[in-house]
Structures are given as structure tokens and as C-alpha cells.
């Protein structure tokens, strides 16, 4: 069964500002979260809760509510600001 993939407002500015051919990308591996919430290549986060994976010089953080079946995108950044 496919997960329901929501994008909180504040991931949906980051992604915004982010340059067209970067979005694309993100996009795409957003999209493959609803039929695999934990593909090969996740990580999960040790000082908070989640998830993330990485498109190229940018990652994707994430939280999966596996009773609901949605995957929630909570932020969107490149790699040196992800997790300030």
C-alpha cells in the first residue's frame, strides 16, 4: 500500500528557493518515499526525530507515521545548513 507524502509549508519555502534543476531531483526522490518511506540509502537521525536521504548536495528530512501511512517532508536544505 502507498504512503501518503505531505510537505510542511516551511520545506515547501526551502524548496521554492532552491534552483530548478535541483527541485527536479528532489522531487523525484520525494515522490519514490510514497511507494518506499525507507529506501536503500536512508539514514536515521540521532539527535532528532526522522529520517533522512540525500540528493545530491542537498537533503531531504522526513518523518513516517506508519499507522497513518504518510510520509511527512519537514525540511529541505543543503548539507552544511540541514541541521542547524
Given at each position: 500500500?502507498?504512503?501518503?507524502?505531505?510537505?510542511?509549508?516551511?520545506?515547501?519555502?526551502?524548496?521554492?528557493?532552491?534552483?530548478?534543476?535541483?527541485?527536479?531531483?528532489?522531487?523525484?526522490?520525494?515522490?519514490?518515499?510514497?511507494?518506499?518511506?525507507?529506501?536503500?540509502?536512508?539514514?536515521?537521525?540521532?539527535?532528532q526525530?526522522?529520517?533522512?536521504?540525500?540528493?545530491?548536495?542537498?537533503?531531504?528530512?522526513?518523518?513516517?507515521?506508519?499507522?497513518g501511512?504518510?510520509?511527512?517532508?519537514?525540511?529541505?536544505?543543503?548539507?552544511?545548513?540541514?541541521?542547524?
Amino acid at each position: 500500500m502507498a504512503y501518503k507524502v505531505l510537505i510542511k509549508p516551511s520545506a515547501q519555502k526551502d524548496l521554492d528557493a532552491l534552483p530548478e534543476t535541483e527541485v527536479i531531483k528532489i522531487l523525484l526522490k520525494i515522490s519514490n518515499l510514497a511507494s518506499e518511506p525507507r529506501p536503500i540509502g536512508v539514514q536515521k537521525l540521532h539527535d532528532q526525530e526522522g529520517f533522512r536521504i540525500r540528493s545530491g548536495n542537498y537533503r531531504i528530512l522526513f518523518e513516517v507515521n506508519n499507522s497513518g501511512k504518510t510520509v511527512l517532508i519537514y525540511r529541505i536544505k543543503h548539507r552544511k545548513d540541514v541541521y542547524r
